[in-house]
């Protein structure tokens, strides 16, 4: 019953751009101030290690961060929990 949408760029992700053409919702933030506004009203933000994750956690945001294994910049933070991908 939740309602999924997605930030970014997709013109400048290909990840983002695939998203939208699955159907997803998209929500343009046209700026920095607009990104932290909409993160913060969001209940979980899934995010890679990017800016938008970095700020879900700032924001006290629950967060889900998706990081590759040999990333050194795991949040220890209450609210985000860090999955790591099996090396390939």
Known sequence: GHKIIVLGRPE???PVKRLLES???WV??????EAVD???SVKLALSVDTGLMH????QNTACVALLHPRN???RSAP???NL???PC
């Open 84 to 86: 790591l991908a099996n």
């Open 72 to 74: 050194f910049h795991r």
């Open 55 to 58: 700020l879900a956690v700032q």
């Open 38 to 40: 909409i993160i913060s």
């Open 12 to 14: 400048e992700s290909p």
């Open 28 to 33: 343009e933030s046209k700026g920095l101030a």
């Open 23 to 25: 159907g997803m919702n």
């Open 79 to 81: 609210h985000c929990f």
